[in-house]
């Protein structure tokens, strides 16, 4: 009784994992008797079991695993320092946003695939981390600028009650929470 309390409460887990395991094993099996292709084009999960475990003994993939996080890190970490103050300054200035959004939307709108080999072609192979910059900077400007919206509306709004007198700032703070926080700018 227990063991089916288990897994009634554990379903999701082990029917996903069920499904991972025929279609690993019906994989195996049609490439192994039914459909033998030459493993160049399509392979088996055994031979990509058994190349991985060859890769990980090796020092090779962990090199190679060494080289790509830090171009990652170095790009992620630049696309950070840029990105959020252009976003920032392009939530805080209207002007600066209607000139810059229609390079970010561009870049944020283009499928990523689509635009690596483009910037290695431009940056080489060794650009990584310019890469890194120019695709994941507009998603983190993207964040900011709404977040710098709602900082100036927030700094408006408390620049106006603290002109005001006690008991009719009160009276603009209930009504901005009746509003779910809509704040008033004027």
């Known amino acids: 009784m227990m063991l089916k309390k288990y897994f009634m409460e554990h379903r999701r887990l082990w029917l996903g994992l ?41 020092a090779k993939l962990w090199h ?20 959020i103050p252009v976003g920032l300054v392009m939530g805080w200035r209207r002007r600066v946003e209607y000139s810059l959004d229609p390079f970010l939307t561009a870049l944020y709108a283009s499928p990523l695939v689509a635009l690596a080999p483009l910037f290695i072609i431009v940056f080489g192979v060794g650009g990584a981390v310019a890469s890194g910059v120019l695709l994941t900077m507009p998603s983190s400007s993207a964040k900011a600028i709404p977040d710098m919206r709602h900082v100036a509306r927030m700094v408006a709004f408390i620049k106006r009650i603290n002109k005001l007198p006690l008991r009719k700032a009160a009276g603009v703070v209930a009504q901005a929470a009746e509003e779910r926080c809509r704040l008033p700018l004027t």
């Open 18 to 58: 069920c499904s991972l395991f025929f279609l690993v094993t019906g994989w195996e099996l049609v490439l192994t008797y039914v459909v033998p292709v030459n493993p160049f084009f399509f392979t088996k999960p055994s031979l990509i079991a058994a190349a991985f475990k060859e890769q990980v003994q090796g």
């Open 64 to 83: 190679d695993l060494a080289v790509s996080s830090q171009a990652f890190i170095w790009g992620f970490s630049f696309a950070v320092i840029v990105g």
